[in-house]
């Protein structure tokens, strides 16, 4: 298949009798460019952390699609973080783009996919950029996810951060992406659902962690920890330690507090292992969703410290070799 013909395939969402799982087939995809080498380091750059043909650096705007966020907000200031669409996108907004093209074998898959740039030069951690920067990108984040929730078209939205190589980036540069669709997917029907029928299960996740010596910090509002049985050696949650459902309507506190945690826990993934590969995601409550006292919005980085062999992908279930305590325990002598 050509990148012309790819380019006229909408992306299509399939769905597995069998298990309901959903696929989402994007064609287009395959043509985004890749800037990280088989080892997972990036191009040269030049003295001004510039990098000449990268679709995410200042003064390279023309390679991405208009912006939609930025910070600082005044466009008389040079931006420092944006938000922008993703040239390849899983996900199709039918609003701007016609339903007549060619959608093979599925359903249309429809929704919003964002790329939120976090940095104007070259960077490849969020350690090389302020604290204040860091802060104000998930306040952008959090912005664009409440601007999102007023399309009664849009179910649920996530936001995510692929770093490294093997955690599925593409791109060296600094950025994360958001992605929302038009159906609640079937894990967060099931978050929900457990958190309804077992009230109070995120205050007593955050009690036996503390028992246990797996809290690794409370900041503002939020507590990090490893949770009591981790995919990954030192995977680790950070969860509100109130009643909270939507990111979106999270308060300064909080936002602030996420990110100072997300900080000092990639802070502390380096001095264990220097650029350590991870994933993380946000968990949030779907939009104008049946209010829920029990959930709690929360964020769960996973390092990408060992593979998902066929075990893993076959059962659903994961073995690695660190016990929760024990990850813990070097986490907090890290941090």
Known sequence: MTSSSRSQQIPTIHRDPTTNRRVFIAPQRADRPMTLDVDGTGQRLDEYRHQAHCPFCAGNENLVPPEILRWPVATSEPWQARIVANRFPAVIDHRKHSKTRDAVGGTPAHGIHDVVIESATHEHSILAITPQAWRAIWELCRCRLESLEARKDIAWGILFKNS??????????????????????????????????????????????????????????????????????????????????????????????????????????????????????????????IRNDSFRWHLEIVPRTEHFAGFELGSGCHIHSLPAREAARLLKEAW
């Open 164 to 289: 490294g190589l093997r955690a599925g980036a593409s791109l060296e540069h600094l950025h994360s992406q958001l992605i929302a669709i038009d159906f609640i997917p079937p894990l967060i029907r099931s978050e929900m659902n457990r958190a309804s029928k077992h009230p109070g299960l995120f205050a007593r996740v955050i009690e036996e962690a503390a028992k246990e010596g797996r809290v690794l910090c409370e900041l503002g509002n939020l507590v990090a920890l490893v949770p009591n049985c981790p995919r990954q050696p030192f995977e680790t949650w950070i969860v509100p330690s109130f009643d909270e459902s939507c990111f979106h309507a999270a308060s300064r506190t909080s936002i602030d507090a996420i990110a100072d945690l997300t900080r000092l826990l990639i802070q502390a993934f380096e001095r264990i292992e220097p650029s350590m590969n991870y994933n993380w995601w946000l968990h949030s409550a779907p939009f104008r969703h």
